[in-house]
């Protein structure tokens, strides 16, 4: 089927214009501040030796997480996708506006952004980076959405009763790869996590943010295989191995050093 042709622009006031994907952005950082807010504020999910985040400081939370993003996916992009354009040209980096993140990228600079955030607050760092990895599937769904809206970052071509035809990809029907990835990355990722937080809470600290990490690298490298790699890299091994799937892996070591870091028993102190 044909994608429909969407408006990549979602409205626009006067000379102000807001795109489809900037709007992902806008709302996965509100709705991950509003259910963090939801979560510092259940009493439930936190042990009496963990002090968990006023909504004061979740305020201040979600400037420094956005600020890490933006830096994070903008270095990313440059230096993982288009090394030798952006060092001829190093003034396009901070000009967002042209486009282009990475989302490896972007959760690093998050990740560091919440860590040195919680440690100038006296609050505990892996705790905090628990809080954001919960909340983070919600941002990712909302911005593999706007792909698809977009008709960028396409699939592979496919004869599957669902595919469809991406006109910037030319004439061939594809899966619609941004879809897997926001079932997978983004709504089953938030709903694992989900049931692990009402389970155990954050008596961990760290094992929601490993579980996230070796969760997202696995559901990434999965959709890889059904996502048509950067055309400017291609494969870069045999015909199957890409750039997300060697940037997950150490997302995945990460993520298990995390989870092991965290331990069976609870922190009592």
């Known amino acids: 089927m044909l994608l429909p042709q969407f408006d990549p622009v979602a409205f626009s006031i006067g000379p102000l214009v807001v795109r489809w994907y900037a709007l992902a952005y806008i709302l996965g950082l509100l709705g991950g501040w509003y259910y963090a807010r939801q979560l ?96 983070a599937p919600l941002g990712l769904m909302l911005g593999r959405i706007a792909n698809f809206v977009n008709g960028e970052l396409w699939g592979r071509v496919s004869d599957v009763p669902w595919a469809f035809i991406f006109p910037a990809a030319g004439p061939l029907p594809r899966h619609p790869s941004q879809l897997y990835e926001a079932a997978t990355e983004g709504l089953l990722l938030l709903v694992v996590l989900a049931v692990v937080v009402r389970k155990d809470g954050f008596a961990h600290p760290g094992r929601i943010a490993g579980l996230f990490g070796m969760g997202y690298a696995a559901t990434r490298i999965f959709c890889e295989f059904f996502r048509e790699p950067d055309r400017h890299l291609g494969f870069l091994a045999g015909d199957w191995v890409t750039m997300g799937m060697v940037l997950s892996v150490p997302m995945a070591l990460v993520g298990f050093w995390l989870y092991a870091r965290a331990g069976k028993k609870p922190v009592t102190a």
């Open 40 to 135: 510092a504020a259940n009493a439930r999910l936190w042990p009496a030796h963990l002090k968990a985040p006023t909504p004061e400081q979740l305020d201040d939370l979600l400037v420094y997480a956005a600020f890490g993003v933006v830096i994070g996916g903008r270095l990313g992009f440059a230096f993982f996708y288009h090394p030798g354009y952006f060092l001829e040209n190093p003034l396009e980096i901070v000009q967002v506006w042209k486009g282009g993140m990475a989302f490896h990228g972007g959760l690093f600079g998050a990740g560091v952004a919440v860590f040195l955030w919680a440690r100038r607050n006296g609050l505990n760092p892996f705790s905090m980076l628990d809080i954001a990895a919960a909340v």
